[in-house]
């Protein structure tokens, strides 16, 4: 199995900026996002069960990021808006096989696939 993440770059505060994910060959019960940036741990962004009518985020990025999936083609996306300098990191997106309820979707160790990370840059 492999997760291509695509999409980050360098953005200015208050904008905006799409990830993009490509899960390679089936579809999984669970997608997540996570992020870590430089001396911090993996911290969870956003997830979502694979139909997209369960999700759940942090209340760090709650309004502001939006995790879709689009069946057709299983394509993953997290639609950034209002990017603020804390958003820089290294994005991972993430699948797992099990159907997740709360702690479990921030837990790390529910998703057993993982994409390469994608660096989002966000400047003043």
């Known amino acids: 199995v492999q997760l291509q993440a695509s999409g980050g770059g360098l953005v200015q505060a208050g904008g905006s900026l799409r990830l993009s994910c490509t899960p390679s060959?089936?579809?999984?019960?669970?997608y997540g996002w996570f992020r870590q940036a430089p001396g911090k741990e993996r911290e969870f962004v956003a997830a979502?069960?694979?139909?997209?009518?369960?999700?759940n985020y942090p209340e760090s990025v709650k309004g502001r990021f939006i995790i879709s999936r689009d069946n057709r083609d299983n394509t993953l996306y997290l639609q950034m808006n209002s990017l603020k300098l804390e958003d820089t990191a290294v994005y991972y997106c993430?699948?797992?096989?099990?159907?997740?309820?709360?702690?479990?979707?921030?837990?790390?160790?529910?998703?057993?696939?993982w994409g390469q990370g994608t660096q989002v840059t966000v400047s003043s």
């Open positions: 060959g089936r579809t999984f019960s669970t």
């Open positions: 979502s069960d694979w139909r997209g009518g369960r999700k």
């Open positions: 993430a699948a797992g096989e099990s159907r997740l309820y709360g702690g479990r979707w921030s837990d790390q160790y529910e998703y057993q696939y």
